[in-house]
């Protein structure tokens, strides 16, 4: 189990929080823009809500090895709402 596979492991994770944030922020501004042309505030996203923050405590505890690559994945997925 040695070093690579840690390093490997955390690259991948960076790699998928990286990949879901910009899909999270392109959703969201489409969101904005949608909702300016019909009139309406959009929310800004709170703690509660933020499912980037969400997604990196989830990779911190799949890296810490408490979430396996199953679990992880399901919450992910349950996270950004897919």
């Known amino acids: 189990m040695g070093l690579m596979r840690v390093a490997a492991r955390t690259a991948v994770v960076a ?29 800004a996203p709170t703690a509660d809500n933020d499912p980037i923050a969400e997604v990196q405590k989830l990779a911190a505890l799949h890296q810490q090895g408490i979430l396996t690559d199953e679990e992880f994945a399901a919450a992910k997925a349950k996270a950004l709402g897919i």
């Open 15 to 43: 790699g998928t929080a990286t990949a879901v944030s910009g899909r999270v922020q392109q959703r969201q501004a489409n969101s904005a823009a949608d909702k300016a042309a019909q009139g309406q505030q959009p929310a």
